[in-house]
């Protein structure tokens, strides 16, 4: 058995259009921002709630950013809804200097990140936005990994003063997190304690870093799983700690290599307590269309990816 | 705010305005003077005469008229305007783009240079936040207006038009865009580089109601910004096409793009400063 079940699936973007109708009802200076993708980003409630706080810019992404950055000005706190893709690369430059530079209160939300998009293929599988975002001066960076924990962070970044990227996804998938846990932006949470290796893991592979544990036992190895769900700032004494005690690490994540969280991870150790190190990450490729997990399998960020890659870094120790 | 112009009053600070961005841009020799005496005018009415607003700065600009430069690079203008209405110490001037200074040579807020909202240069995003701060005004029972400049070049970037179809389809009829018409940009005379065609018609299209100024011709230009406020409340947003001369008030320096970002040297300043009397005193 693995250390954690679940009882049902859910998408996290549900997390986020469920956190963001409770900011609703609690927040008065929330207001959110949609680019033609209500249904998807689950935003509906909100704007049923909210029609004066709900703002629908159509097919105009570079607007709407520039409008949140307004109405921060102004002095809300906005929340943007679009695709990862179109929350990113299509308007970096506007982010950079209307919403980093300017250090405005925006909370960039960004759904069907990676691969698990699924059957739209490659154009909208972005798989180089934690990279660009984590660059941005002043951004925080988060990547929750099941429904409980995007709610939870949803309502904790409004909270938090200051420009914000989080990240969730398209499909169906395991809830397994406390829906009870408060989330704290940049602490890293420790979620299966092991001497071995440690895998750290953000989205939705902290799940299959749970499977593979269990793998890894049944083989006796001892694994330890830290769920890395702020990408910037990192919890870097977390991320030491468990290295100077396993030795060795995996970090696994739906995203490029390039600009990942297994490179942010291999900056710090390699400062700090030089030790192997395996990516289970895309491997400078684009997606392609397919079902999420069989996207998952052939890009090689399987729960059976970790376990291989857990032995091979092992060895190196 | 005066409900009556003094004009002679306004007109003396336009020239102690440029002289204050020629001699900003001559010490570092680098920045924007052409574009920055375009629109002298047009920053001196509205910080001496049409805006409410307070040097004590509040950067949410909650019951004041707000101001966004959008076309960022004209930030002398603006620095010397908002050190010439109290935002702070005039001798800050002579920091302009130097190292550690607040006045950028963009504008920027991570320094805190009081007046500054949101950092502006790269083109096309200050429609944007100009027409959100506008929906949160009226989203907060605010009455005051927001005011935002482009360039006429600027207009050639599409988030431009993403905006002015935003604003007009959301009905933000408390916003007066102005757009600098002086025909210029840096590879030169707009109708050569990428011709904005009828700009008026095509403002008009988007479902704006637009004015037309005199920007050099103070008289003119807050006459017709009296028409542009007249306009306000009415369901749609105003954009006022003001026609500039680049480089307005040095006779060698007008109607032309090569001042777009070349700074005068000693002897070119000392002919233009020659041009603008010195009315209230050198920073």
Avoid at chain 1, 105 to 110: E, G, P, Q, S
Avoid at chain 1, 116 to 131: C, M, P, R, S
């Amino acid at each position: 058995m693995p250390k954690f079940t679940y009882t049902e699936k859910k998408d996290t973007r549900s997390g986020f259009g469920d956190g963001l109708t409770e900011l609703g009802r609690t927040n008065p200076e929330v207001v959110a921002l949609c680019a033609d993708l209500i249904g998807s980003l689950k935003m509906g409630d909100f704007k049923k709630e909210n029609p004066e706080r709900f703002f629908q810019t159509g097919i105009a992404e570079a607007n709407m950013i520039g409008l949140a950055a307004g109405m921060a000005t102004a002095g809300k706190i906005p929340f943007t809804g679009t695709f990862a893709n179109f929350s990113t690369g299509r308007v970096y430059d506007q982010i950079r200097q209307s919403v980093a530079y300017s250090e405005k209160n925006v909370k960039i939300c960004a759904s069907h990140a990676g691969l698990t998009l699924g059957e739209d293929g490659a154009t909208h599988q972005i798989l180089e936005d934690v990279g660009m975002m984590k660059m941005l001066p002043n951004f925080t960076v988060i990547v929750p990994c099941d429904y409980n924990q995007t709610k939870a962070a949803t309502i904790a970044i409004a909270e938090h003063h200051g420009p914000v990227y989080l990240r969730f996804g398209r499909p169906s998938w395991p809830v397994f997190t406390n829906p009870a846990e408060k989330f704290e932006i940049g602490k890293a949470q420790k979620m299966i304690e092991g001497k071995d290796v440690t895998i750290f893991a953000s989205g939705h592979l902290v799940w299959y870093a749970i499977l593979a544990e269990e793998m890894l036992e049944a083989q006796g190895i001892s694994a330890e799983v830290i769920n890395i769900h702020t990408i910037k700032p990192l919890d870097v004494d977390s991320v030491l700690n468990s290295v100077k005690k396993t030795g060795c690490a995996v970090i696994a994540e739906e995203h490029q290599m390039n600009g990942g969280l297994g490179e942010s991870i291999a900056s710090v150790l390699a400062q700090h307590h030089p030790a192997p190190i395996r990516l289970v990450a895309v491997n400078d490729s684009f997606g392609e269309s397919g079902t999420p997990t069989q996207l998952l399998e052939k890009y090689g960020l399987s729960p059976e990816n970790i376990v291989e890659k857990a032995k091979e870094v092992i060895k190196l120790k | 705010m005066n409900n009556q112009p003094n004009f002679n009053e306004l007109n003396q600070l336009c020239s102690q305005v440029r002289r204050d961005i020629l001699r900003m841009v001559h010490a570092v020799n680098s920045g924007h003077p052409g574009g920055s005496m375009g629109c002298t005018e047009y920053f001196v009415a509205l910080y001496f005469h049409l805006m409410k607003h307070d040097k004590n700065f509040n950067p949410t600009g909650a019951n004041e008229d707000m101001f966004f430069l959008s076309n960022g690079h004209i930030s002398p203008v603006w620095y010397s305007v908002l050190a010439r209405s109290g935002y702070f110490e005039v001798s800050e001037l002579a920091t302009f783009r130097k190292l550690n200074t607040r006045l950028q040579g963009h504008p920027a807020t991570e320094e805190g240079l009081p007046g500054i909202r949101i950092a502006s240069g790269s083109l096309g995003q200050g429609l944007s936040a100009a027409t959100g701060a506008a929906q949160i005004k009226k989203l907060n029972k605010d009455p005051q207006t927001v005011y935002v400049l482009m360039g006429d070049g600027e207009i050639q970037e599409g988030q431009v038009w993403e905006a002015a179809m935003y604003a007009a389809h959301n009905k933000v009829d408390n916003l007066i865009a102005t757009i600098d018409v002086n025909g210029q940009q840096i590879d030169g005379p707009t109708n050569e580089v990428l011709n904005l065609g009828n700009i008026r018609a095509k403002w008009e299209a988007f479902g704006w109601e637009v004015i037309e100024s005199k920007g050099n011709d103070m008289e003119n230009l807050v006459a017709q910004l009296e028409v542009a406020k007249s306009k306000l409340g009415k369901g749609k947003p105003v954009l006022n096409l003001m026609r500039t001369e680049m480089g307005y008030g040095v006779d060698f320096m007008v109607g032309t793009h090569k001042w777009h970002g070349v700074a005068p040297n000693d002897e070119q300043l000392a002919n233009a400063l020659g041009q603008l009397k010195e009315t209230l005193g050198d920073y």
